[in-house]
């Protein structure tokens, strides 16, 4: 059932073409949202605002190019609308212990996850309406630690913090800034060599509500803070994971559960 909690909202989406960011600008564009969906991906980018129809439009965004974010905000100015929601979804993992890690795949994680997110967070606290509401896609590696994650978890902890900075900052404008943070989500993010040996059924028994989660339960936590409802929700980290940032759970005898 579609409502119209995002009405007269002019969104821009970041990675708008992954698998979050693709679910994301759908529902709040059928939410009554005027979407501009932004990725590097080129083609399928303009395909997915096709789809979409009117009141969506793609715009080539890499975030960790500022020259390229002061571009898109001037396109979307150029239309006669201002921004009134910004979600980051651009994002990308490496599975790789740190001692294997080297320092410019470092520093790809941390540049398109950290500083890319920084980019948008500054873009939209100069141009946001106020009232307006940013929201970052950190992780449940931004609240807790995965091995072989290095380099992940360093940049989700810093959204997340970054997050709480910006909510301070942006706060007496009316500005709220959140972050949602997702368990284990069916994406192409997972989809690399990187995690091929993953042995997904025993980590599922590790997930207390026993299931991965998909795209639109992700889209609909970023709605509920893009959207009014959440008007006095500002600064706070939104877990959606299935239950696996509340604890651990004692193994019984004789169980699989981990
Ligand atoms: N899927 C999950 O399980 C999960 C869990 C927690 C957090 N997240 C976070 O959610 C966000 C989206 O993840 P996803 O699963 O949709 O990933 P995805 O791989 O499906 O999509 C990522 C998107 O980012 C785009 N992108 C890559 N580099 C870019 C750049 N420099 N500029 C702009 N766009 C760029 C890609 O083209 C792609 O469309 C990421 O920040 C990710 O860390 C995902």
Redesign the pocket.
Known sequence: MSGASMRGKVALV??????????VSALLHEEGATVYL????QE??EAAAADLGDHARFIR?????ED?WTAAIAQVEGDGVRLTTLV??????LKKSLVDTTLPEFRRIL???LT??FLGVRAAGRHLVDGGAIV???????VLATAELGA?VA??FA?SALTRVAALELADRGIRVNA????????????GADFADTDWDAYVRTIPLGR??V?EQ?AQAVRYLASDESSYVTGTDLVV?GGVAAGRRTPRRGAEAV
Not at 14 to 22: Q, R, V
């Open positions: 970041t990675g708008a073409t992954g698998g979050l960011g693709s679910a932004t990725d590097v991906d399928r980018g965004l890499d975030v960790t190019d390229a980051n979804c651009a994002g990308a993992a540049d398109l996850n890319g997110t970052n896609l950190s992780s449940l590696n931004g992940y940049s989700k959204v949602v943070c997702p368990g284990s989500i069916e994406t192409p993010i997972t989809d991965r989660g795209p992700v994971d």
